[in-house]
């Protein structure tokens, strides 16, 4: 589940050339011969981690999304009141995971003499055998088949089993060594700082790191959610309490780590100043919501009864929005048409408090109980409005009975200008964000190439924007029509060609190009007798279009 911000990109590719950038996650596979040997053919399409649009990376990402589902399987086998009823799941699931990862062992030993690792030395699989991920590979599968010949204690078999965590660093130590090339000679916070925040040195561990966080927010979500539940929160109280204290101690980490490095953020360099103003942000806010009630109930719980912050934890959940631009995207709309929305608001509060106070008036003596005061009136006049009408308070008199339905019919338009708004404006938003970034891309080419820092620029602002691989294809290409027809000096006006001597020069070479053309698609000498009637050319302009037309004056005179 790693969020890829690799792009590829053609090489110094010329002005009529086709420039490409390929997100990842849209399905556009690699073309691979089909007729290379069986052994090239799978480890190209399973393997081959030099292919971009092969299955590599999806592979790797199955696998750990399968090793992350046996080490929940294993948490939840020390929980008898689970795993008891559900004694066979667990079983076949386990002889699942098993199957997987001996399929992809016994692959990856078979693919060995194709990996340039080991096909470039002798014995290739025995080399592959002895590799450390092998060796993991196969610790991840041993204790599965080493019941089945030997007694084991089934306690000891499932810490074995622990070790199948271990097949994540198949994924986490090539990721570490290219962050560690890409911050080289670089300081402790400026790595931090790649770590935790957007940048060109991240690489993929920063998407690992997005991604753990990402985990760790749902589960913890899922957890306080699931806690509510008497019954589950009787069996699993210890596990749910380990749980948040873990998750609170990794967003902590996060939050200090995001305070520590945040001075190297355009903007945020002061020491002291920039820190502040990046507590104060949005997002660093919300972070801090995620963590704050552990640590209030964890120290004034013998002041206050704090247990209703528990509830608060479920702003975890608004961390998931630093990871999608969606929003964002929402609030310039909102900031965008408030002054719309903040008139349409007003026209509904005061439709409601006038039919709150109409109906307070018509049903009050009726139903003094229901309609007793004009407040109450309130909460009965915005569920009519909204066309809720949940029933517990209704009408009796006539009167009352007509203005709920006058009242209802209203609500219908009423409460629609609000969500049509919202819904012209975040497409219009998006259709301005799109039109940025095709001015992006016009800018970005106007050397003629794409460099990669470029196209991961284009990449994550695609993602943000819900763009498809096609739809980043059609931006592209034209912006490079529109860029190759801005290079054609001749539409452009006279004053903005004299602005670069370059563009001045070739406008003059296409000139004398097109006057030689016409010399010779025209009668020469119909021409010159025209010009020297009514002298329609001075003589200098005359023997300028004979020198460049190539006619000697002896043979003008002739």
Known sequence: MTRDNTLSTTSTPSAGEHVHVQIHGVDHRAEIPADLPMRQWLYAWLLDPEIADNYQKDVDRWIGVLIVANLFALLFEHVPAIYEPYRQGFHVFDVFSVLIFTVEYVLRLYLAPEDPEFKSKGQPHLRYMRSPFAVIDFLAVAPFYLQAFLPVDLRVLRFLRLLRILKLFRVVVPAVREFRHLNEGRTFRQKMHALVYPSPYGGALHGIFDTFIVIWVIVSVIAVILESVQSIHHVLSLEFIVLDAVAVGIFSMEYCLRLYCCVEQPGFQNALTGRLKQAKSTSMLVDLLAILPFFLEAFLHHLF??????????????????????????TKVIAREWPVMGASAFIMLLLVVLTASLGYLFEHEAQPDKFENIPQSIYWAVIT???VGYGDISPVTTMGRIM???LALMGIGIFAIPAALLSSAFTDQLRIERENLRNQLYEMLEDGVLSPGEAEVINREAKRLHMSQDDVD???????????????????PLHKIARKSEHAVEHYKSLISQIRQLGIMTDREQFERVAQQADRMTPGDLALWRRIQGISSTASRD
């Open 305 to 330: 009864d704090l247990r209703f912050l528990r509830v608060f934890r479920l702003m975890r959940l608004l961390k998931l929005t630093r990871y999608t631009g969606a929003t964002a995207t929402l």
């Open 385 to 387: 409005l909204a066309s």
């Open 404 to 406: 709920t339905i006058v």
């Open 474 to 492: 059609q931006l592209i290409e034209k912006a490079r029509r529109e860029r190759v027809l801005m290079e054609d000096v001749s539409v452009l």
